[in-house]
């Protein structure tokens, strides 16, 4: 089988791709020499990316009296903890399984375009590549720097295209472990809705609760309420995959309007207030 075609890469396949990026030496620095020879587990990797998280924070510090969140979290996503976490994910099973959930549930609508939104080093653009044949092109766009290696990495895969900004229309869109990092989700959502063709395919899995610290507390409500927010703003639930993580998928079956978006911010604020179960049904039912 060629490389190309693997699913799950060993740890050393998986560095001797990524360490071709100059920043790879210096991530290395946070792994002890057994790890850089035979790989680490999933809550290793979490403090891993913590340290990372504390370095930036200490440096922003030290250099400003004041930052804004959005600056720290752009500084973040440059540092060199995150090759490992590419190295991680695309030698981790488990990780792998839940990427190909997300691919299998944008299947049905046989796309020909999809866009990788959040897709770092780009497992999910190449499974996608190696699984839906059909599929012309996969625009992958992530807030990293890390472009070149990106580039590089999936080279071997010629419908793949790493941009700064998607291009619009598609028929499908995943975001995996994505949303929990960002400032605004809800918006994000609403962005993807305008992405997406009608009846296009949204494929999503989210971690609304404090495992690393780049997971922002500001959004750990919106755990209680992300389905029914994302069907507040044009789409229809269409299904799950429960695997190391739960991924979801729905259809887009209307643009976003105004109305839609007062009903978004209406259940953000009401996540963030404890209700019985039956109660927050009757709510919602007319949503």
């Known amino acids: 089988i060629i490389m190309s075609q693997t699913l799950v890469y060993s740890w050393q396949e998986a560095i001797s791709r990524l360490s071709i990026d100059h920043r790879w030496q210096e991530a290395t620095k946070y792994l002890t020499p057994s790890e850089q020879i035979n790989g680490l587990k999933l809550q290793r990797i979490w403090s891993i990316l913590d340290e990372g998280w504390q370095e930036v924070e200490e440096k922003i510090k030290n250099t400003k009296s004041q930052a804004e969140l959005s600056e720290l979290l752009y500084e973040y996503y440059q540092h060199p903890v995150w090759l490992i976490n590419a190295a991680f994910s695309e030698s981790d099973e488990a990780t792998i399984s839940d990427r190909l959930a997300a691919v299998r549930l944008i299947s049905h609508v046989e796309p020909l375009k999809i866009l990788d939104f959040g897709g770092g080093i780009g497992t999910v653009s190449r499974l996608c590549s190696i699984t839906l044949p059909q599929t012309q092109e996969i625009d992958l766009v992530d807030i990293t720097e ?25 028929d499908a869109v995943i975001s995996t472990e994505v949303l929990e ?40 409500h919106l755990r209680r309420l992300m389905l029914w927010i994302i069907r507040s703003l044009g789409f229809g639930f269409y299904g799950f995959e429960r695997r190391g993580s739960t991924v979801y998928s729905f259809v887009k079956t209307s643009n976003v309007t105004p109305q839609m978006i007062k009903n978004a911010r209406f259940l953000e604020v009401f996540s963030r207030f404890p209700l019985p179960l039956e109660r927050l049904i009757l709510m919602l039912k007319g949503l």
Not at 156 to 169: A, S, T, Y
Not at 184 to 203: C, V, Y
């Open 146 to 170: 890390f472009r070149h290696i990106i580039k590089e990495y999936l080279t071997d895969f010629k419908n793949i295209r790493v941009l700064d900004k998607p291009n619009p229309p598609y």
């Open 181 to 220: 990092h960002l400032t605004d989700p809800i918006e994000t959502i609403i962005q993807i809705n305008h992405l997406l063709r009608i009846g296009g395919a949204f494929s999503a899995s989210w971690s609304f609760s404090p495992g690393i610290q780049c997971h922002l507390p500001q959004n750990f």
